[in-house]
T-cell receptor, first 116, second 115 residues
C-alpha cells in the first residue's frame, strides 16, 4: 500500500481560480511529519511546509493554505487565486520513525497547470 | 549561503561505464539524502546519511549502486556498471538535525542518461 497517495495526477485551472491538491497518508506512528514540496518546470525541488502530527492547526501563507486532518489522514494544500507561476508538480511527503530511524516517503506528485 | 551543490548537472555515458555523482551539502547540515526521480517511479529515496553514517539504504536498487560520505561536506553516489534503466534525475538533499527530518534542501539534480 502507498504510504502517501496523491490521487490527482494532473489538474488544470484558469488563473485566479482556487485549487486544492489532495494528499492522503498512511502511518501507524503517533509522531510523524508531513511536508509539501514544489517542483517548477525548471526542475528544482522547493520546500513549502512541514507539519508535525501534534499540530492540527491549519496554516496559511499568503495564497497558500494547508488543511491537516488526522481523522481522515489527509494533508491537503489549497492555492487561492492561482497564478501561472504556480504551475508545477507538487509533492506531498511523510516522515515516520521505523526501527529507530526515520523513513521518508514521497507521493507521486500532482501536476498543476495554471492557464492564463 | 550556498545551497546543496551537485555535480555534474548532466551526464551522458554508455552502458557499462562507471558513473559517479557528487554532492556537497549545506554546511552544518547533519543529514544527507540521495533521491532518484523517473517518470515511471516518481521520486524515490535511495539512501540517507546522518553524521556521515548511512542510516537507511533500503532504497538502493541493487549492488551496482553505492554511496559514500567520507566527510561532512562531500558525498558520492556511484553506479557501476551503469545500465540504460538507470537514466533518471538524481537529487541530493541535506537537512539540519532534528526529529522527523527537518525540511530537506535539494540540489538542482544531475540528469543522467545511459545510452
Amino acid at each position: 500500500a502507498q504510504k502517501v497517495t496523491q490521487a490527482q495526477t494532473e489538474i488544470s485551472v484558469v488563473e485566479k481560480e482556487d485549487v486544492t491538491l489532495d494528499c492522503v497518508y498512511e502511518t501507524r506512528d503517533t509522531t510523524y511529519y508531513l511536508f509539501w514540496y514544489k517542483q517548477p518546470p525548471s526542475g528544482e525541488l522547493v520546500f513549502l511546509i512541514r507539519r508535525n502530527s501534534f499540530d492540527e492547526q491549519n496554516e496559511i501563507s499568503g495564497r497558500y493554505s494547508w488543511n491537516f486532518q488526522k481523522s481522515t489522514s489527509s494533508f491537503n494544500f489549497t492555492i487561492t487565486a492561482s497564478q501561472v507561476v504556480d504551475s508545477a508538480v507538487y509533492f506531498c511527503a511523510l516522515s515516520e520513525k521505523t526501527d529507530n530511524f526515520n523513513k521518508f516517503y514521497f507521493g507521486s506528485g500532482t501536476k498543476l497547470n495554471v492557464k492564463p | 549561503d550556498a545551497g546543496v551543490i551537485q555535480s555534474p548537472r548532466h551526464e551522458v555515458t554508455e552502458m557499462g561505464q562507471e558513473v559517479t555523482l557528487r554532492c556537497k551539502p549545506i554546511s552544518g547540515h547533519d543529514y544527507l539524502f540521495w533521491y532518484r526521480q523517473t517518470m515511471m517511479r516518481g521520486l524515490e529515496l535511495l539512501i540517507y546519511f546522518n553524521n556521515n553514517v548511512p542510516i537507511d539504504d533500503s532504497g538502493m536498487p541493487e549492488d551496482r549502486f553505492s554511496a559514500k560520505m567520507p566527510n561532512a561536506s562531500f558525498s558520492t553516489l556511484k553506479i557501476q556498471p551503469s545500465e540504460p534503466r538507470d537514466s533518471a534525475v538524481y537529487f541530493c538533499a541535506s537537512s539540519p538535525g532534528g526529529p522527523g527530518g527537518l525540511p530537506q534542501h535539494f540540489g538542482d539534480g544531475t540528469r543522467l542518461s545511459i545510452l
